[in-house]
């Protein structure tokens, strides 16, 4: 149990970087930031292995590239909300 928390946690922060790379938030909030780290670890360490610092299973340098390449996809797909600048 506390690994699948550990993975999810992971996964959220791994979304939450990617999102700030390319200054484009998910849709569905916390839980697309999740689902962006998770799946984006997956085809980040897919296209380019697992290379790099690991935390909760996931090699964090492929996941957070394969997670920016899957919140461009789906920000062109869905329409996603770019972030509002507060200058």
Known sequence: MLSLICTLIVGAIIGIVASAIISRDMPLGWVGNIIAGLVGSWLGEMILGSWGPSLGGMALVP?????????????????????????
């Not at 590239?65 to 899957?70: E, N, P, R, T, V």
């Not at 996809?73 to 972030?83: D, E, M």
């Open 63 to 87: 996941s957070i590239i394969g997670a920016i390449i899957l919140v461009l996809i789906v920000s062109f797909i869905i329409g996603g909300t770019k972030r509002k600048s507060t200058s």
